[in-house]
Structures are given as structure tokens and as C-alpha cells.
């Protein structure tokens, strides 16, 4: 089955600091990728959509200056939150796109990394 | 306000036993309902997906149900076991919306299962 990996898995950061989370398709190829914010309890948030090749699309309310995202190849997208703040801790998902048998737009989500902003 | 209500919020069960999570949603048009399981700190898992035909999808003993006309899914976990312990989401979407990849959410349900 389509696999997506995330890396970290978890990290810790000071507060001003940036934070390079990586997505990648495994044993597919996703022109296009999703990033997902989700706080304990609550229901994923999707953050931006990541287009291979293009500029990311951001969801109402999300600062694209803050979370910047690079999708330079069908297997890798990058999300970068930058001068990480203690409210940005969260857990992060990101997910690719892929078209299965049936026809689906199926989404196949990463495992999610666990930010924490000190 | 969430176009996608599920409930109850949470649940505990005993080992063996069956359960069943509801899912409403007000999303329209629609076209797929998806029922996924997270793990906690996981990522979500795919464990069916229905378009508005189909009434009933199975994954082992994972048993969606999908009433398109009060726009009302169930979720049945048949002889529940330690690992169905998981947060279970409702996520419905659009034909455009699904085009987009873009996904309407529900807050979950979360699931433990107790020896």
C-alpha cells in the first residue's frame, strides 16, 4: 500500500527558532501533498494544500511567512515553521494524494510530528 | 459551525463487546464518506469509503453505514479488541472538494477498549 513518512517523528525547539518537518511518498509519486495542524483533541486542520513545482495554497488564517512549505519533488514536501512560538506547538500531519483502483482521490496520511516550542 | 458531528465524543468498552460510533453531516453535494482510525500520536488510517450508492462497506470487523438521505453514518466495531483503542474520524467531502483533496473533518470519536 502507499506508505507517506514524516521526519522528525517528534522535536523540541526553543522559542525563535525554525523547524524543517518533512514529508515523503514512499513508493509513490503525489503532485500533491497536504499539511494538517491538529491540537489534542481536536479534529485535523488543514494548514496549506503543496503542489509540486508551485507555489503552496494556504487555508484562510494560516500565515504563509510563518509556515512555509516547498514541494520540489513528487515524493518530498517541506514544512517550515519559522520563529517557532510556544503557541505553535501542535501535532503536524502532512498527507499525499493518490488516485487508487477504484478511482478514489485517496489521501494517505503521514505518521505526524510532534512540535513543542519551549 | 462543524459540518460534520460525531458522536459520542467518547466511549469506553469492554474487550469482546461491539460498538457503534455515529457520524451526521450536513456537507453538500456530497460525494464520499470516509471513516478513519487514529492511533494515538499516529496519523490517520483509511478504513472505508463510500460514495452516496453504496449502503454498507465492511473491513473486517469494521462495518460503515451510509444514509444519504438523512445524511447519517455509522461506524459498528464487531468483538471490539485492545487495539480498536483509537480515536475514529468522519470525513466527508465534496465532488469538488474531493477533486481538491480537500476534506471536511469530523472531531472524532475516541474509542477504549478496556480488558
Known amino acids: 500500500g502507499a506508505v507517506v513518512s514524516q521526519h522528525p517523528s517528534w522535536v523540541i525547539c526553543k522559542s525563535g527558532t525554525s523547524v524543517k518537518i518533512e514529508c515523503r511518498s514512499l513508493?509513490?509519486?503525489?503532485?500533491?501533498m497536504f499539511w494538517y495542524r491538529q491540537f489534542p483533541k481536536q479534529s485535523l486542520m488543514l494548514m496549506a494544500t503543496?503542489?509540486?513545482?508551485?507555489?503552496?495554497?494556504?487555508e484562510q488564517g494560516v500565515e504563509k511567512d510563518k509556515f512555509l512549505i516547498n514541494h520540489a519533488s513528487l515524493t518530498l514536501s517541506t514544512l517550515t515553521v519559522t520563529s517557532a512560538h510556544p503557541e505553535d506547538s501542535s501535532f503536524y500531519i502532512c498527507?499525499?494524494?493518490?488516485?487508487?483502483?477504484?478511482?478514489?482521490?485517496?489521501?494517505?496520511f503521514g505518521p505526524g510530528t510532534r512540535l513543542t516550542v519551549l | 459551525k462543524n459540518q460534520v458531528e460525531q458522536s459520542p465524543q467518547s466511549l469506553i468498552i469492554l474487550e469482546g463487546k461491539n460498538c457503534t460510533l455515529q457520524?451526521?453531516?450536513?456537507?453538500?453535494?456530497?460525494?464520499?464518506l470516509r471513516w478513519y482510525k487514529q492511533d494515538t500520536g499516529r496519523g490517520p488510517v483509511s478504513l472505508t469509503i463510500?460514495?452516496?450508492?453504496?449502503n454498507t462497506k465492511s473491513n473486517g470487523r469494521y462495518t460503515a453505514t451510509l444514509d444519504a438521505d438523512t445524511k447519517q453514518s455509522s461506524l459498528h466495531i464487531t468483538a471490539s479488541q485492545l487495539s480498536d483503542s483509537a480515536s475514529y474520524i468522519c470525513?466527508?467531502?465534496?465532488?469538488?472538494?474531493?477533486?481538491?483533496?480537500?476534506?471536511?473533518f469530523g472531531a472524532g470519536t475516541q474509542v477504549v477498549v478496556t480488558p
Open positions: 498527507s499525499a494524494r493518490w488516485r487508487d483502483r477504484e478511482g478514489y482521490n485517496e489521501q494517505f
Open positions: 513508493d509513490f509519486q503525489a503532485t500533491t
Open positions: 503543496s503542489n509540486e513545482g508551485s507555489k503552496a495554497t494556504y
Open positions: 457520524c451526521n453531516y450536513t456537507v453538500s453535494p456530497f460525494s464520499n
Open positions: 463510500m460514495t452516496f450508492s453504496e
Open positions: 470525513v466527508v467531502s465534496t465532488p469538488e472538494s474531493d477533486s481538491w483533496g480537500k476534506f471536511q
